[in-house]
């Protein structure tokens, strides 16, 4: 389920928890107050995975990587198309009164990215995480708006969730 790319899993725990306590960030827009403690624990835990992938990624600097120069190319054109898309998609939102559509607009960018990110890596897991996080971001408008949550809540909390989950797997792994 993860991958022979031995520097690759510390590093996928540093960038998905990093990303992880940007989600749960946004989901503290305006939840409910029962779910502020929980969020702001999943906010710090995954600011703390985020530096022992960190520190677990240069430790373990020289083992193997995904990462060639051909790899890296296409890496580099799949995250520019994301963060073009994500940022294009959320202009166009804000100009149509539509802000809180933005942050699912972003997850589900960012969910369908990480399935050409997966296989260019040949990390598995990242099909996962890829799935669900496009899954919290298509279930987030219908889920708030039948319990009467912020949509930033449900999203923030989804693909927070997801994220800080697998970091906390390739981080476990890495150990």
Not at 53 to 81: H, M, N, P, Y
């Amino acid at each position: 389920m993860l991958t022979e790319a031995v520097r690759d899993i510390p590093a996928t725990a540093a960038i998905f928890g990093f990303f992880a306590s940007v989600w749960l960030g946004w989901a503290q827009e305006s939840p409910p107050a029962t779910w502020r403690p929980w969020l702001l624990t999943g906010s710090v835990t995954a600011l703390l995975t985020m530096l022992a992938g960190a520190l677990l990624t240069w430790r373990d600097w020289d083992a193997t990587t995904a990462f060639d120069e051909d790899t890296s190319k296409w890496f580099g054109i799949v995250v520019g198309l994301e963060v073009i898309l994500a940022g294009a998609g959320a202009v166009v939102l804000r100009f149509r009164g539509r802000r809180d559509m933005v942050p699912v607009w972003i997850a589900l960018v960012v969910g369908l990215h990480l399935f050409p990110v997966a296989a260019l890596l040949d990390f598995p897991l990242i099909y996962l995480v890829g799935a669900l996080v496009t899954i919290a971001a298509l279930a987030a408008v219908p889920v708030a708006r039948s319990r009467s949550l912020p949509v930033s809540a449900v999203n923030g909390l989804g693909a927070g969730g997801v994220l800080l989950t697998a970091a906390l797997v390739c981080l476990l792994a890495a150990l």
